[in-house]
Protein backbone atom coordinates (compact mmCIF):
# COMPACT_ATOMS: atom_id res chain seq x y z
CA UNK A 1 0.00 0.00 0.00
CA UNK A 2 1.03 3.69 -1.37
CA UNK A 3 0.91 6.55 0.16
CA UNK A 4 -2.39 8.22 -1.51
CA UNK A 5 -3.19 11.95 -0.88
CA UNK A 6 -4.59 15.17 -2.56
CA UNK A 7 -2.30 16.77 -5.14
CA UNK A 8 -3.67 19.81 -6.41
CA UNK A 9 -6.86 20.95 -8.31
CA UNK A 10 -6.95 21.88 -12.21
CA UNK A 11 -10.17 23.78 -13.56
CA UNK A 12 -12.51 21.92 -10.86
CA UNK A 13 -11.38 18.82 -11.07
CA UNK A 14 -9.68 17.53 -7.73
CA UNK A 15 -6.55 15.28 -8.68
CA UNK A 16 -5.00 12.91 -6.32
CA UNK A 17 -2.18 10.89 -6.32
CA UNK A 18 -1.64 7.62 -5.91
CA UNK A 19 2.49 7.17 -5.18
CA UNK A 20 3.56 4.00 -6.69
CA UNK A 21 6.94 4.99 -7.40
CA UNK A 22 7.67 5.33 -4.17
CA UNK A 23 7.37 1.54 -3.31
CA UNK A 24 10.41 0.54 -1.41
CA UNK A 25 12.54 -1.32 -3.90
CA UNK A 26 14.94 -0.10 -6.50
CA UNK A 27 13.28 3.33 -7.03
CA UNK A 28 10.00 1.93 -6.97
CA UNK A 29 7.52 1.83 -9.78
CA UNK A 30 4.67 -0.54 -11.17
CA UNK A 31 6.85 -2.71 -12.12
CA UNK A 32 8.10 -3.66 -8.51
CA UNK A 33 4.77 -5.14 -8.27
CA UNK A 34 4.64 -6.55 -11.60
CA UNK A 35 7.99 -8.26 -11.32
CA UNK A 36 7.00 -9.49 -8.14
CA UNK A 37 4.01 -11.70 -9.50
CA UNK A 38 5.73 -12.77 -12.24
CA UNK A 39 8.60 -14.14 -9.82
CA UNK A 40 5.98 -15.79 -8.18
CA UNK A 41 4.66 -17.77 -11.34
CA UNK A 42 8.16 -18.62 -12.13
CA UNK A 43 8.91 -20.72 -8.66
CA UNK A 44 5.33 -22.32 -9.06
CA UNK A 45 6.47 -23.29 -12.47
CA UNK A 46 9.77 -24.69 -10.74
CA UNK A 47 11.70 -21.98 -13.16
CA UNK A 48 15.23 -21.34 -11.90
CA UNK A 49 16.45 -18.13 -14.15
CA UNK A 50 14.11 -14.97 -15.61
CA UNK A 51 15.02 -13.10 -19.07
CA UNK A 52 13.13 -10.23 -19.31
CA UNK A 53 13.08 -7.56 -22.31
CA UNK A 54 12.43 -3.77 -22.89
CA UNK A 55 14.14 -0.85 -24.38
CA UNK A 56 17.73 0.73 -22.66
CA UNK A 57 15.53 3.04 -20.67
CA UNK A 58 12.84 0.11 -19.57
CA UNK A 59 11.95 0.39 -15.87
CA UNK A 60 11.06 -2.97 -15.62
CA UNK A 61 14.80 -4.31 -17.08
CA UNK A 62 15.92 -2.31 -13.81
CA UNK A 63 13.47 -4.00 -11.27
CA UNK A 64 13.73 -7.41 -12.71
CA UNK A 65 17.97 -7.27 -13.02
CA UNK A 66 17.56 -5.86 -9.03
CA UNK A 67 14.92 -8.33 -7.90
CA UNK A 68 17.05 -11.20 -9.49
CA UNK A 69 20.04 -10.20 -8.01
CA UNK A 70 18.06 -9.53 -4.34
CA UNK A 71 16.92 -13.02 -4.79
CA UNK A 72 20.07 -15.24 -6.37
CA UNK A 73 18.53 -15.66 -9.57
CA UNK A 74 20.27 -15.80 -12.80
CA UNK A 75 19.15 -12.89 -15.00
CA UNK A 76 18.98 -12.15 -18.56
CA UNK A 77 18.09 -8.37 -19.78
CA UNK A 78 17.30 -8.84 -23.85
CA UNK A 79 17.81 -5.12 -24.61
CA UNK A 80 16.70 -3.29 -27.77
CA UNK A 81 19.32 -1.46 -29.48
CA UNK A 82 18.92 1.95 -30.19
CA UNK A 83 20.83 4.78 -31.89
CA UNK A 84 20.62 7.53 -28.45
CA UNK A 85 23.75 8.80 -27.51
CA UNK A 86 24.96 8.37 -23.96
CA UNK A 87 23.80 5.58 -21.74
CA UNK A 88 20.28 5.92 -19.73
CA UNK A 89 20.36 5.35 -15.77
CA UNK A 90 18.11 2.28 -16.16
CA UNK A 91 20.97 0.75 -19.16
CA UNK A 92 23.39 1.29 -16.13
CA UNK A 93 21.61 -0.14 -13.16
CA UNK A 94 21.41 -3.09 -15.65
CA UNK A 95 24.91 -3.70 -16.18
CA UNK A 96 25.77 -2.95 -13.05
CA UNK A 97 23.27 -5.49 -10.98
CA UNK A 98 25.62 -8.49 -12.67
CA UNK A 99 22.75 -9.33 -14.88
CA UNK A 100 24.05 -10.75 -18.30
CA UNK A 101 22.45 -8.47 -21.02
CA UNK A 102 22.17 -9.19 -24.69
CA UNK A 103 21.68 -6.23 -27.04
CA UNK A 104 19.14 -7.16 -30.11
CA UNK A 105 18.01 -5.08 -32.97
CA UNK A 106 13.87 -4.43 -32.64
CA UNK A 107 13.68 -6.88 -35.75
CA UNK A 108 15.28 -9.60 -33.68
CA UNK A 109 13.93 -9.78 -30.41
CA UNK A 110 12.15 -13.10 -30.81
CA UNK A 111 15.22 -15.05 -31.78
CA UNK A 112 17.45 -13.12 -28.95
CA UNK A 113 14.59 -14.90 -26.55
CA UNK A 114 14.96 -18.34 -28.51
CA UNK A 115 18.84 -18.30 -28.41
CA UNK A 116 19.10 -17.17 -24.68
CA UNK A 117 16.38 -20.04 -23.36
CA UNK A 118 18.36 -22.59 -25.40
CA UNK A 119 21.89 -21.39 -23.92
CA UNK A 120 20.06 -21.71 -20.35
CA UNK A 121 18.81 -24.91 -20.87
CA UNK A 122 21.82 -26.08 -22.11
CA UNK A 123 23.18 -25.00 -18.82
CA UNK A 124 20.98 -27.21 -17.15
CA UNK A 125 18.50 -24.50 -16.31
CA UNK A 126 14.81 -24.02 -16.88
CA UNK A 127 14.24 -20.48 -17.82
CA UNK A 128 11.42 -18.10 -17.36
CA UNK A 129 10.53 -15.11 -20.09
CA UNK A 130 8.66 -12.64 -17.99
CA UNK A 131 6.72 -12.00 -21.30
CA UNK A 132 5.41 -15.47 -22.03
CA UNK A 133 6.59 -17.27 -25.69
CA UNK A 134 9.39 -15.81 -27.17
CA UNK A 135 6.71 -13.78 -29.37
CA UNK A 136 6.25 -11.97 -26.33
CA UNK A 137 2.76 -12.82 -25.28
CA UNK A 138 1.09 -15.42 -23.09
CA UNK A 139 1.92 -14.01 -19.56
CA UNK A 140 -0.66 -11.08 -19.45
CA UNK A 141 -3.02 -12.64 -17.12
CA UNK A 142 0.18 -13.37 -14.53
CA UNK A 143 0.81 -9.54 -14.79
CA UNK A 144 -2.02 -8.09 -14.85
CA UNK A 145 -2.79 -9.40 -11.26
CA UNK A 146 0.05 -6.63 -9.88
CA UNK A 147 -2.85 -3.80 -10.68
CA UNK A 148 -5.97 -5.90 -9.93
CA UNK A 149 -4.40 -5.65 -6.37
CA UNK A 150 -3.51 -2.03 -6.59
CA UNK A 151 -7.26 -1.63 -7.56
CA UNK A 152 -8.41 -3.48 -4.50
CA UNK A 153 -6.15 -0.51 -2.57
CA UNK A 154 -7.69 2.50 -4.34
CA UNK A 155 -11.20 0.99 -3.67
CA UNK A 156 -9.74 0.66 0.41
CA UNK A 157 -8.53 4.28 0.13
CA UNK A 158 -11.76 5.53 -1.27
CA UNK A 159 -13.78 3.55 1.69
CA UNK A 160 -11.97 4.97 4.04
CA UNK A 161 -11.71 8.48 3.35
CA UNK A 162 -15.77 8.82 2.03
CA UNK A 163 -14.35 10.14 -1.47
CA UNK A 164 -15.09 8.32 -4.87
CA UNK A 165 -12.97 8.79 -7.95
CA UNK A 166 -14.98 9.29 -11.17
CA UNK A 167 -11.18 8.62 -13.21
CA UNK A 168 -8.27 7.01 -13.05
CA UNK A 169 -5.43 8.35 -15.34
CA UNK A 170 -2.04 6.45 -15.77
CA UNK A 171 0.52 6.28 -18.15
CA UNK A 172 0.27 2.93 -20.22
CA UNK A 173 2.93 1.40 -22.65
CA UNK A 174 2.42 -2.07 -22.93
CA UNK A 175 -1.14 -2.09 -20.96
CA UNK A 176 -0.95 -4.64 -18.57
CA UNK A 177 -0.59 -2.04 -15.70
CA UNK A 178 -4.14 -0.93 -17.25
CA UNK A 179 -5.52 -4.04 -18.07
CA UNK A 180 -5.14 -4.96 -14.24
CA UNK A 181 -6.89 -1.94 -12.95
CA UNK A 182 -9.78 -2.34 -15.55
CA UNK A 183 -10.07 -5.95 -14.73
CA UNK A 184 -10.68 -5.07 -11.09
CA UNK A 185 -12.99 -2.42 -11.98
CA UNK A 186 -14.47 -4.84 -14.00
CA UNK A 187 -14.83 -7.50 -11.54
CA UNK A 188 -16.57 -4.92 -9.16
CA UNK A 189 -18.74 -3.85 -11.52
CA UNK A 190 -17.76 -0.23 -10.66
CA UNK A 191 -18.17 1.43 -14.10
CA UNK A 192 -15.84 3.64 -13.35
CA UNK A 193 -13.46 5.44 -16.53
CA UNK A 194 -9.45 3.83 -16.74
CA UNK A 195 -7.71 5.68 -19.01
CA UNK A 196 -4.30 4.87 -20.02
CA UNK A 197 -2.01 7.67 -21.67
CA UNK A 198 -0.32 6.02 -24.79
CA UNK A 199 3.47 6.52 -24.27
CA UNK A 200 3.93 5.07 -27.74
CA UNK A 201 1.41 2.83 -28.94
CA UNK A 202 -1.62 4.02 -31.26
CA UNK A 203 -4.74 4.03 -29.90
CA UNK A 204 -5.75 1.14 -32.12
CA UNK A 205 -2.93 -1.31 -31.21
CA UNK A 206 -3.23 -0.38 -27.18
CA UNK A 207 -6.84 -0.77 -26.96
CA UNK A 208 -6.63 -4.33 -28.98
CA UNK A 209 -3.61 -5.47 -27.02
CA UNK A 210 -5.37 -4.20 -23.61
CA UNK A 211 -8.67 -5.61 -24.31
CA UNK A 212 -7.43 -9.37 -25.51
CA UNK A 213 -5.34 -9.04 -22.07
CA UNK A 214 -9.08 -8.34 -20.41
CA UNK A 215 -10.96 -10.87 -21.74
CA UNK A 216 -8.78 -13.37 -21.04
CA UNK A 217 -8.14 -12.57 -17.53
CA UNK A 218 -11.87 -11.94 -17.09
CA UNK A 219 -12.54 -15.29 -18.77
CA UNK A 220 -9.80 -17.27 -16.61
CA UNK A 221 -12.33 -15.98 -13.42
CA UNK A 222 -15.44 -17.27 -15.18
CA UNK A 223 -16.97 -13.18 -15.21
CA UNK A 224 -19.82 -12.79 -17.32
CA UNK A 225 -20.54 -9.02 -17.10
CA UNK A 226 -20.23 -6.87 -19.67
CA UNK A 227 -16.72 -5.14 -20.42
CA UNK A 228 -15.28 -2.14 -19.05
CA UNK A 229 -14.68 0.66 -21.93
CA UNK A 230 -10.91 0.88 -23.07
CA UNK A 231 -9.58 4.42 -22.71
CA UNK A 232 -6.54 4.31 -24.57
CA UNK A 233 -5.30 7.95 -25.77
CA UNK A 234 -2.74 8.64 -28.12
CA UNK A 235 -2.69 12.40 -28.80
CA UNK A 236 -0.22 12.91 -26.02
CA UNK A 237 2.72 10.35 -27.32
CA UNK A 238 4.78 13.51 -29.29
CA UNK A 239 7.35 12.63 -31.62
CA UNK A 240 6.64 9.15 -29.92
CA UNK A 241 8.47 6.97 -27.19
CA UNK A 242 11.09 8.44 -25.66
CA UNK A 243 10.66 12.05 -27.24
CA UNK A 244 9.90 15.05 -25.51
CA UNK A 245 8.93 18.60 -26.16
CA UNK A 246 9.03 21.97 -24.76
CA UNK A 247 5.42 21.70 -22.99
CA UNK A 248 6.44 18.49 -21.65
CA UNK A 249 9.98 19.52 -19.94
CA UNK A 250 8.03 23.18 -18.48
CA UNK A 251 5.51 20.67 -16.71
CA UNK A 252 8.03 18.47 -15.25
CA UNK A 253 9.91 21.20 -14.24
CA UNK A 254 6.79 22.90 -12.46
CA UNK A 255 5.00 20.02 -10.96
CA UNK A 256 8.90 19.17 -9.73
CA UNK A 257 9.61 22.79 -8.27
CA UNK A 258 5.99 24.11 -7.25
CA UNK A 259 4.57 20.19 -5.79
CA UNK A 260 7.63 18.22 -4.87
CA UNK A 261 6.89 16.01 -7.61
CA UNK A 262 8.81 13.65 -10.07
CA UNK A 263 7.68 12.81 -13.30
CA UNK A 264 9.82 12.25 -16.14
CA UNK A 265 9.28 13.14 -19.87
CA UNK A 266 8.85 9.39 -21.56
CA UNK A 267 6.28 8.30 -19.00
CA UNK A 268 4.46 9.98 -16.45
CA UNK A 269 5.15 13.34 -17.19
CA UNK A 270 3.44 12.51 -20.96
CA UNK A 271 0.36 10.96 -18.36
CA UNK A 272 0.01 13.67 -16.18
CA UNK A 273 -0.10 16.54 -18.92
CA UNK A 274 -2.59 13.88 -20.90
CA UNK A 275 -4.81 13.99 -17.64
CA UNK A 276 -4.07 17.68 -17.49
CA UNK A 277 -6.09 18.04 -21.09
CA UNK A 278 -8.34 15.35 -20.86
CA UNK A 279 -9.91 17.21 -17.67
CA UNK A 280 -10.49 20.36 -19.53
CA UNK A 281 -11.10 18.90 -22.96
CA UNK A 282 -13.98 16.34 -20.54
CA UNK A 283 -14.97 19.28 -18.12
CA UNK A 284 -14.54 17.20 -15.57
CA UNK A 285 -15.04 18.45 -12.18
CA UNK A 286 -14.91 15.50 -9.76
CA UNK A 287 -12.25 14.07 -7.66
CA UNK A 288 -9.94 11.61 -10.04
CA UNK A 289 -6.86 9.80 -9.15
CA UNK A 290 -3.50 9.82 -10.94
CA UNK A 291 -1.19 6.69 -10.21
CA UNK A 292 1.89 7.69 -10.45
CA UNK A 293 3.78 4.53 -12.13
CA UNK A 294 7.56 5.40 -11.04
CA UNK A 295 10.38 5.98 -13.65
CA UNK A 296 12.61 7.85 -11.66
CA UNK A 297 15.90 7.33 -13.46
CA UNK A 298 14.41 9.07 -16.47
CA UNK A 299 13.84 12.17 -14.46
CA UNK A 300 17.50 12.63 -13.77
CA UNK A 301 18.04 11.39 -17.70
CA UNK A 302 16.18 14.31 -19.04
CA UNK A 303 18.20 16.16 -16.29
CA UNK A 304 21.87 15.57 -17.81
CA UNK A 305 20.61 15.17 -21.17
CA UNK A 306 19.10 18.63 -21.19
CA UNK A 307 22.63 19.70 -19.37
CA UNK A 308 24.51 18.16 -21.92
CA UNK A 309 22.47 19.36 -25.12
CA UNK B 1 5.25 7.76 9.13
CA UNK B 2 7.71 6.55 6.84
CA UNK B 3 8.22 2.81 5.94
CA UNK B 4 10.56 0.46 8.07
CA UNK B 5 11.44 -2.91 7.67
CA UNK B 6 13.84 -5.79 7.97
CA UNK B 7 16.48 -5.04 5.37
CA UNK B 8 19.46 -7.77 5.99
CA UNK B 9 21.50 -9.42 8.81
CA UNK B 10 24.82 -8.41 9.16
CA UNK B 11 27.48 -10.42 11.44
CA UNK B 12 24.59 -11.10 13.89
CA UNK B 13 23.31 -8.09 13.71
CA UNK B 14 19.56 -7.67 12.30
CA UNK B 15 19.69 -4.65 10.73
CA UNK B 16 15.95 -2.60 9.73
CA UNK B 17 16.11 0.36 8.01
CA UNK B 18 13.24 3.42 8.50
CA UNK B 19 13.10 5.16 4.63
CA UNK B 20 12.77 8.70 5.26
CA UNK B 21 13.78 9.17 1.54
CA UNK B 22 10.63 8.02 0.23
CA UNK B 23 8.58 11.17 2.65
CA UNK B 24 6.70 12.24 -0.87
CA UNK B 25 7.84 15.39 -1.40
CA UNK B 26 11.00 16.24 -3.39
CA UNK B 27 12.66 13.55 -2.86
CA UNK B 28 12.21 12.82 0.39
CA UNK B 29 14.76 12.33 3.35
CA UNK B 30 15.33 14.38 6.61
CA UNK B 31 15.47 17.68 4.95
CA UNK B 32 11.59 17.76 4.75
CA UNK B 33 10.44 17.11 8.42
CA UNK B 34 13.01 19.90 9.33
CA UNK B 35 12.55 22.60 6.30
CA UNK B 36 8.35 21.74 7.54
CA UNK B 37 9.51 22.64 11.43
CA UNK B 38 10.79 25.79 10.07
CA UNK B 39 7.94 27.11 8.25
CA UNK B 40 6.13 26.84 10.91
CA UNK B 41 8.18 28.50 13.15
CA UNK B 42 8.50 31.47 10.20
CA UNK B 43 4.59 31.54 10.06
CA UNK B 44 4.84 31.95 13.98
CA UNK B 45 7.05 34.87 13.78
CA UNK B 46 5.13 36.49 11.06
CA UNK B 47 8.22 35.97 8.32
CA UNK B 48 7.08 36.36 4.86
CA UNK B 49 10.54 35.20 3.16
CA UNK B 50 13.10 32.59 3.53
CA UNK B 51 16.68 31.91 3.19
CA UNK B 52 18.64 28.87 3.41
CA UNK B 53 22.29 28.04 3.05
CA UNK B 54 23.83 25.39 2.29
CA UNK B 55 26.45 23.51 -0.56
CA UNK B 56 25.58 22.77 -3.78
CA UNK B 57 25.05 19.44 -3.27
CA UNK B 58 22.71 20.30 -0.11
CA UNK B 59 19.45 18.52 0.38
CA UNK B 60 18.29 21.29 2.54
CA UNK B 61 18.38 23.91 -0.27
CA UNK B 62 16.94 21.91 -2.50
CA UNK B 63 14.12 21.30 -0.28
CA UNK B 64 13.62 24.71 1.28
CA UNK B 65 13.23 25.77 -2.35
CA UNK B 66 10.80 23.81 -3.68
CA UNK B 67 8.73 23.67 -0.54
CA UNK B 68 8.83 27.64 -0.75
CA UNK B 69 7.99 27.90 -4.22
CA UNK B 70 5.04 25.45 -3.18
CA UNK B 71 3.92 27.53 -0.65
CA UNK B 72 4.53 31.11 -2.79
CA UNK B 73 6.94 32.72 -0.26
CA UNK B 74 10.10 34.11 -1.81
CA UNK B 75 13.09 32.00 -1.10
CA UNK B 76 17.18 33.21 -1.59
CA UNK B 77 19.58 30.26 -1.23
CA UNK B 78 23.15 31.07 0.01
CA UNK B 79 25.06 28.62 -1.60
CA UNK B 80 28.90 28.08 -0.63
CA UNK B 81 30.93 28.10 -3.60
CA UNK B 82 33.37 25.17 -4.63
CA UNK B 83 35.26 24.45 -7.54
CA UNK B 84 34.08 21.05 -8.78
CA UNK B 85 33.25 20.45 -12.10
CA UNK B 86 29.82 19.79 -13.60
CA UNK B 87 26.37 20.95 -11.86
CA UNK B 88 25.36 18.81 -8.95
CA UNK B 89 21.42 17.48 -9.18
CA UNK B 90 20.60 19.52 -6.00
CA UNK B 91 22.03 23.13 -7.43
CA UNK B 92 20.07 22.61 -10.51
CA UNK B 93 17.15 21.62 -8.86
CA UNK B 94 17.28 25.38 -6.74
CA UNK B 95 18.00 26.94 -9.89
CA UNK B 96 15.13 25.36 -11.65
CA UNK B 97 12.82 26.30 -8.53
CA UNK B 98 12.64 29.61 -9.29
CA UNK B 99 14.71 30.55 -5.99
CA UNK B 100 16.99 33.27 -6.07
CA UNK B 101 20.89 31.55 -6.01
CA UNK B 102 23.16 33.83 -4.17
CA UNK B 103 26.75 32.25 -4.62
CA UNK B 104 29.18 32.78 -1.13
CA UNK B 105 33.07 31.83 -0.94
CA UNK B 106 33.50 29.78 2.31
CA UNK B 107 35.18 33.16 4.25
CA UNK B 108 32.14 34.93 2.97
CA UNK B 109 28.99 33.70 4.12
CA UNK B 110 27.84 35.72 7.42
CA UNK B 111 28.18 38.69 5.36
CA UNK B 112 26.02 36.78 2.15
CA UNK B 113 23.12 36.06 4.96
CA UNK B 114 23.11 39.79 6.19
CA UNK B 115 23.67 41.48 2.97
CA UNK B 116 20.18 39.39 1.79
CA UNK B 117 18.49 39.92 4.95
CA UNK B 118 19.02 43.69 4.58
CA UNK B 119 17.89 43.68 0.84
CA UNK B 120 14.78 41.84 1.63
CA UNK B 121 13.98 44.10 4.52
CA UNK B 122 14.61 47.11 2.19
CA UNK B 123 11.77 45.37 0.15
CA UNK B 124 9.77 45.51 2.78
CA UNK B 125 9.98 41.72 3.77
CA UNK B 126 10.73 39.78 6.91
CA UNK B 127 13.41 37.49 5.93
CA UNK B 128 14.03 34.15 7.93
CA UNK B 129 17.37 32.38 7.73
CA UNK B 130 16.42 29.28 8.65
CA UNK B 131 19.54 28.70 10.54
CA UNK B 132 19.31 31.20 12.89
CA UNK B 133 21.42 34.71 13.08
CA UNK B 134 23.57 35.63 10.26
CA UNK B 135 26.37 32.88 11.89
CA UNK B 136 24.43 29.93 11.66
CA UNK B 137 23.22 29.51 15.18
CA UNK B 138 20.17 30.03 17.34
CA UNK B 139 17.42 27.70 15.68
CA UNK B 140 18.64 24.40 16.43
CA UNK B 141 15.83 23.65 18.95
CA UNK B 142 13.26 24.86 15.90
CA UNK B 143 14.71 22.34 13.56
CA UNK B 144 15.55 19.19 16.33
CA UNK B 145 11.65 18.95 17.36
CA UNK B 146 11.42 17.37 13.57
CA UNK B 147 13.36 14.61 14.54
CA UNK B 148 12.25 14.63 18.23
CA UNK B 149 8.44 13.23 16.51
CA UNK B 150 10.13 10.97 14.08
CA UNK B 151 11.82 9.20 16.99
CA UNK B 152 8.16 8.64 18.44
CA UNK B 153 7.72 7.06 15.28
CA UNK B 154 10.47 4.42 15.62
CA UNK B 155 9.09 4.23 19.46
CA UNK B 156 5.68 3.34 17.97
CA UNK B 157 7.02 0.67 15.40
CA UNK B 158 9.08 -1.05 18.11
CA UNK B 159 6.43 -1.82 19.70
CA UNK B 160 3.48 -2.74 17.01
CA UNK B 161 6.19 -5.00 16.29
CA UNK B 162 7.59 -6.46 19.15
CA UNK B 163 11.17 -5.37 19.00
CA UNK B 164 13.89 -3.01 20.45
CA UNK B 165 16.65 -1.48 18.57
CA UNK B 166 19.67 -1.38 21.04
CA UNK B 167 21.16 1.07 18.04
CA UNK B 168 20.25 3.49 15.52
CA UNK B 169 22.66 4.54 13.23
CA UNK B 170 22.62 7.61 10.90
CA UNK B 171 24.39 9.84 8.42
CA UNK B 172 25.49 13.23 10.62
CA UNK B 173 26.39 16.60 8.97
CA UNK B 174 25.53 19.60 11.31
CA UNK B 175 23.90 17.42 13.57
CA UNK B 176 20.69 18.73 14.02
CA UNK B 177 18.98 15.31 12.71
CA UNK B 178 20.74 13.14 15.62
CA UNK B 179 20.38 15.73 18.27
CA UNK B 180 16.28 15.73 17.59
CA UNK B 181 16.76 11.76 18.36
CA UNK B 182 18.78 11.82 21.35
CA UNK B 183 16.81 14.55 22.69
CA UNK B 184 13.30 11.98 21.72
CA UNK B 185 15.89 9.31 23.64
CA UNK B 186 16.59 11.29 26.77
CA UNK B 187 13.19 12.34 27.24
CA UNK B 188 12.28 8.57 27.31
CA UNK B 189 15.23 7.82 29.13
CA UNK B 190 15.66 4.34 27.10
CA UNK B 191 19.40 4.68 27.01
CA UNK B 192 20.10 3.29 23.63
CA UNK B 193 23.00 3.93 21.49
CA UNK B 194 22.42 6.56 18.98
CA UNK B 195 25.22 7.00 16.50
CA UNK B 196 25.83 9.26 13.82
CA UNK B 197 28.57 8.53 11.11
CA UNK B 198 29.78 12.16 10.36
CA UNK B 199 30.19 13.13 6.96
CA UNK B 200 32.45 15.78 7.07
CA UNK B 201 33.22 17.07 10.93
CA UNK B 202 35.76 16.11 13.43
CA UNK B 203 34.33 14.31 16.21
CA UNK B 204 35.45 16.97 18.66
CA UNK B 205 33.13 19.61 16.66
CA UNK B 206 30.46 17.27 15.81
CA UNK B 207 29.69 16.27 19.84
CA UNK B 208 30.14 20.09 20.43
CA UNK B 209 27.75 21.52 18.65
CA UNK B 210 25.06 18.21 18.89
CA UNK B 211 25.83 18.59 22.89
CA UNK B 212 25.65 22.57 22.94
CA UNK B 213 21.64 21.59 21.17
CA UNK B 214 20.98 18.90 23.01
CA UNK B 215 21.53 21.25 26.09
CA UNK B 216 19.72 24.02 25.59
CA UNK B 217 16.50 22.05 24.21
CA UNK B 218 16.36 19.86 27.05
CA UNK B 219 16.66 22.52 29.57
CA UNK B 220 13.71 24.20 27.39
CA UNK B 221 12.10 21.59 28.52
CA UNK B 222 12.70 21.52 31.75
CA UNK B 223 14.97 18.42 31.79
CA UNK B 224 16.91 17.11 34.91
CA UNK B 225 17.53 13.83 33.70
CA UNK B 226 20.87 12.69 32.51
CA UNK B 227 22.64 13.62 29.36
CA UNK B 228 22.31 10.19 27.04
CA UNK B 229 26.30 9.81 25.42
CA UNK B 230 26.96 11.53 22.29
CA UNK B 231 28.59 9.28 19.65
CA UNK B 232 29.64 10.78 16.85
CA UNK B 233 32.19 8.79 14.62
CA UNK B 234 34.52 10.59 12.00
CA UNK B 235 36.19 7.65 10.84
CA UNK B 236 34.61 6.85 7.90
CA UNK B 237 34.61 10.85 6.75
CA UNK B 238 37.45 9.58 3.82
CA UNK B 239 38.98 12.57 2.27
CA UNK B 240 36.00 15.08 3.61
CA UNK B 241 32.70 16.24 2.40
CA UNK B 242 31.91 14.90 -0.85
CA UNK B 243 34.95 12.87 -1.31
CA UNK B 244 34.46 9.32 -2.72
CA UNK B 245 36.50 5.97 -2.35
CA UNK B 246 36.22 2.95 -4.19
CA UNK B 247 35.12 0.70 -0.87
CA UNK B 248 32.46 3.12 -0.75
CA UNK B 249 31.51 3.49 -4.59
CA UNK B 250 31.43 -1.14 -4.77
CA UNK B 251 29.33 -0.82 -1.28
CA UNK B 252 26.25 1.72 -2.87
CA UNK B 253 26.27 -0.17 -6.29
CA UNK B 254 26.03 -3.54 -3.74
CA UNK B 255 22.86 -2.36 -1.86
CA UNK B 256 21.06 -1.09 -4.88
CA UNK B 257 21.91 -4.01 -6.95
CA UNK B 258 21.43 -6.74 -4.35
CA UNK B 259 18.96 -5.12 -1.93
CA UNK B 260 17.03 -2.12 -4.28
CA UNK B 261 18.35 0.48 -2.16
CA UNK B 262 19.81 3.57 -2.78
CA UNK B 263 22.37 5.10 -1.05
CA UNK B 264 24.76 7.95 -1.83
CA UNK B 265 28.50 8.18 -1.51
CA UNK B 266 28.28 11.49 -0.21
CA UNK B 267 25.96 11.21 3.09
CA UNK B 268 23.54 7.61 3.45
CA UNK B 269 26.56 5.40 1.84
CA UNK B 270 29.34 6.84 4.40
CA UNK B 271 26.64 6.14 7.11
CA UNK B 272 26.00 2.95 6.07
CA UNK B 273 29.55 1.76 5.77
CA UNK B 274 30.44 3.43 8.79
CA UNK B 275 27.15 0.99 10.18
CA UNK B 276 28.44 -2.26 9.16
CA UNK B 277 31.96 -1.70 10.55
CA UNK B 278 30.45 -0.44 13.87
CA UNK B 279 28.49 -3.37 14.12
CA UNK B 280 32.12 -5.37 13.28
CA UNK B 281 33.89 -3.59 15.86
CA UNK B 282 31.81 -3.96 18.16
CA UNK B 283 29.95 -7.35 17.89
CA UNK B 284 26.70 -5.83 17.35
CA UNK B 285 24.55 -9.15 17.03
CA UNK B 286 21.20 -7.08 18.46
CA UNK B 287 18.63 -5.56 16.22
CA UNK B 288 19.38 -2.42 14.96
CA UNK B 289 18.20 0.57 13.14
CA UNK B 290 19.38 2.34 9.74
CA UNK B 291 18.17 6.14 9.32
CA UNK B 292 17.94 6.33 5.81
CA UNK B 293 17.89 9.90 5.47
CA UNK B 294 17.61 10.85 2.05
CA UNK B 295 20.00 12.07 -0.71
CA UNK B 296 18.55 10.62 -3.76
CA UNK B 297 20.07 13.15 -6.20
CA UNK B 298 23.39 12.43 -4.76
CA UNK B 299 22.61 8.93 -6.10
CA UNK B 300 22.21 9.79 -10.03
CA UNK B 301 25.55 12.59 -9.44
CA UNK B 302 27.83 9.55 -8.29
CA UNK B 303 26.33 7.31 -11.03
CA UNK B 304 27.14 10.21 -13.90
CA UNK B 305 30.36 11.48 -12.12
CA UNK B 306 31.65 7.86 -13.11
CA UNK B 307 30.00 8.14 -16.06
CA UNK B 308 32.14 11.21 -17.60
CA UNK B 309 35.43 10.07 -15.53
Redesign the interface.
Known amino acids: MT ?1 T ?1 RLMSHKGADIYIK ?1 DD ?1 I ?5 GNKVRIVERAMRDMAEKGCDAVIGYGSRTSNLNR ?1 L ?3 A ?2 RGIPCTIIMKEDKAP ?2 P ?1 NE ?2 VR ?3 ASVVMCRPDSIRTGVEQEMSRLRELGRRPYYIYGSSLGTGNETVLMDAYRDAYEEICAYEEREGIHFTHIFLASGTGMTQAGLLAGSALKGDGRQITGISVARTRERGTEVIGSALRAYLSERGFDGSLPEIIFRDEYVGEGYGAGNRELSELC ?1 HM ?5 L ?1 LDPIYTGKAFLGMLKEIERKGIDTPVLFLHTGG ?2 GV ?1 DA ?2 GD ?1 LS
Open positions: DYRLPFSFGVAHMAHGMMRFESGRLSAYGPLPFAYM
